[in-house]
Nanobody, 115 residues
Framework: VQLQASGGGLVQAGGSLRLSCAASGFTFSSYGMGWFRQVPGKEREFVALISWSGGSIYYTDSVKGRFTLSRGNARNTVYLQMNSLKPEDTAVYYC?????????WGKGTLVTVSS
């Protein structure tokens, strides 16, 4: 199982970024996918989760209305569209998948939002 996150960068407050997480090594269309983020010195926190079909999506309250999670099962990729970014969104963003009792994390992608 491999996950590769990309799309991070430096953006001004109010701007947008789209993160991607490309998956391989498992039947992508059968599993929900999640995004988390972590600021140095703090615990990793949940951002969003999408079900295997894309029919159910959950967001942490702080990103509701600004972030949109979607998936392209034909491309084995999940996308996190982040709009109206705030400085407090600055973090390393990680995607993950849980298969039975094993959680696999991709290498993170850094998002920096300047004020």
């Amino acid at each position: 199982v491999q996950l590769q996150a990309s799309g991070g960068g430096l953006v001004q407050a109010g701007g947008s970024l789209r993160l991607s997480c490309a998956a391989s090594g498992f039947t992508f269309s059968s599993y929900g996918m999640g995004w988390f983020r972590q600021v140095p010195g703090k615990e990793r926190e949940f951002v969003a989760l999408i079900s295997w079909s894309g029919g159910s999506i959950y967001y942490t309250d702080s990103v509701k209305g600004r972030f949109t999670l979607s998936r392209g099962n034909a491309r084995n990729t999940v996308y996190l569209q982040m709009n109206s970014l705030k400085p407090e969104d600055t973090a390393v963003y990680y995607c993950n998948v849980r298969i039975r009792t094993t959680v696999t994390w991709g290498k993170g992608t850094l998002v920096t939002v300047s004020s």
